[in-house]
């Protein structure tokens, strides 16, 4: 039978990933989504990339998921003129406009209206926060003249964050764009979206994708940002999806926050029944050791822990030195302890009476039967993949097991946590088509004689309407 972890793994591509090979064994290791990140991207290659992925899709019977992360609003400095340094009390401007080579007394700066956003006494900070400076005075045109709070090595072309600012600038820059039309032509899985703070940055992508697409392509919400925390309510209305974007959001909130905040993001996923990403630095030693520390083990168990549905991981895979084997690492964490009774799921019950009341309901009672029974597994017949974003978020014991005939969600689904997705188009009478999945379930490994399932259904199946049915099964040997 095998054993097949229920969290699943985010690998950010890049360099260290661009030969099918190590694409396969990556798979094999454990990987669920590959992230393709718009911050460092060539179109050709991503294009590329993505065939490899679906070529081993087919070839080795997977579902892995796509995920595009567009870059969002990334300030940076330019280019300096040779090694720069600045120190505590120094004063240095930062200048809009046309590009120039950096000094310690002046920089350029890529965002335009810097100027007009920024205030006196608002901090800027540099390189993940490794530089501090706050404004001393702004012209409110072209420069702002700021005092060095801690100095240190200034490096070109390094990100900037601005956390006391009210930046004007929309989450959709025009690059960003220009890669969610490139995105959606590829039929990616997910995109996500940096740098959000409003509900209405979510409402302008959605309207991007139902422009270009005639298919839903779930958007991620990357919490990175004061405002998003204090939004979040808002946010999670208008997406599908968290990511604990913990590189950016600790920078723009004290370091010392985040932790707090990554188990409120958590709670609040799961009770909007939407799946989270824990992300940044998580094996971060490992792309250039064979080993993490134990720290970082223990941050990829919280994570999961607290909850997540997925664990990301970023240079380790694009840039890193061990691609497969930090998959291996992470995927022998994740199933040492995502049984543990430890672990503790909001059991909240629905009780907003929607049109999908019933279907929630029967998601949420199938969940707390595996339990109450042992089931070995949850099965569902699903067009839209939403009882298997409801099934999920309650965190049975069961495996969830979601048979479909619609392509399009059969890779989506693959971020979703303990979700295994099948292809399946035949929809003939409720008895035949549950002991039909049940075989093939049987077939793949999932399941065993003895074994109790419970199959979901929309009754009169060939109609694909709404979960309205729940059945218990004891697999028998006659059964298969």
Not at 174 to 192: G, P, Y
Not at 387 to 403: C, E, G, H, K, N
Not at 425 to 431: A, Q
Request: proline residues 4%; hydrophobic residues 40%; charged residues 25%.
């Amino acid at each position: 039978m095998p054993t097949v972890k229920k969290t699943k793994i985010v690998a950010t591509l890049g360099p260290a990933t661009s030969k099918k090979e190590v694409l396969r064994s990556m798979i094999d290791a454990g990987v669920d989504v590959f992230r393709i990140n718009f911050s460092h991207a060539d179109y050709e290659d991503v294009k590329e990339r993505v065939n490899m992925i679906r070529e081993l899709n087919a070839e080795m019977e997977t579902n892995t998921s796509i995920l595009a992360d567009l870059q969002g609003p990334k300030l940076r400095v330019g280019v300096m003129a040779g090694d720069v340094v600045v120190s505590p009390g120094d004063e240095i401007t930062f200048v809009t406009g046309e590009p120039f080579e950096g000094s310690a007394e002046r920089v350029y700066m890529n965002y335009k209206e810097f100027p007009r956003d920024v205030k006196a006494g608002e901090r800027i900070l540099l390189d993940d926060g490794k530089l501090m400076f706050e404004v001393v005075k702004t012209n409110g045109e072209d420069e702002v003249l700021a005092k060095v709070i801690q100095g240190g090595p200034l490096k070109s072309k390094k990100g900037v964050n601005l956390p006391n600012t009210n930046i004007s600038l929309p989450a959709l820059t025009t690059k960003d764009i220009k890669d969610a039309e490139f995105a959606i032509s590829l039929e990616v899985d997910w995109i996500a979206l940096s740098f959000v703070r409003f509900s209405q940055d979510l409402i302008d992508l959605q309207n991007i994708i139902n422009k270009h697409s005639d298919h839903k392509i779930p958007i991620i919400a990357k919490i990175e940002k004061p405002e998003a925390v204090e939004n979040i309510d808002k946010i999670v209305a208008y997406c599908d999806g968290l990511m604990v974007a913990r590189g950016d959001l600790g920078v723009e909130v004290p370091a010392q926050e985040v932790p707090l905040i990554q188990k409120q993001l958590v709670l609040r996923a799961k009770k909007a029944r939407i799946p989270v990403i824990i992300a940044t630095q998580m094996m971060e030693t490992m792309i250039t050791s064979l080993t993490p520390t134990r720290a970082e083990v223990n941050d990829v168990a919280n994570s999961v822990m607290d909850g997540a549905d997925a664990v990301m991981l970023s240079g380790e895979t694009s840039v890193g030195n061990y691609p497969v084997q930090v998959i291996e690492k992470m995927s022998s964490i994740l199933e040492s302890v995502e049984g543990s009774d430890l672990i503790q799921v909001p059991q909240n019950p629905p009780h907003i009476r929607t049109k999908r009341f019933i279907t929630k309901s029967i998601c949420y009672h199938a969940a707390l039967m595996a339990n109450d029974i042992k089931a070995k597994a949850i099965s569902t017949l699903t067009n839209s993949g939403y009882t298997a974003f409801q099934i999920s978020a309650w965190r049975p014991s069961a495996y969830i097991l979601v048979f479909t005939s619609n392509k399009r969600i059969l890779t989506q689904l693959n971020l979703l946590w303990g979700v295994k997705a099948f292809y399946y188009d035949k929809f003939v009478s409720t008895d035949d088509t549950i002991e039909d999945v049940n075989h093939i379930a049987f077939n793949k490994g999932h399941l065993q004689v003895g074994d109790m399932v419970i199959s979901l259904a929309a009754m009169p199946i060939k109609e694909k309407g709404m979960v309205n049915t729940l059945r218990v099964t004891e697999i028998e040997s006659k059964d298969i």
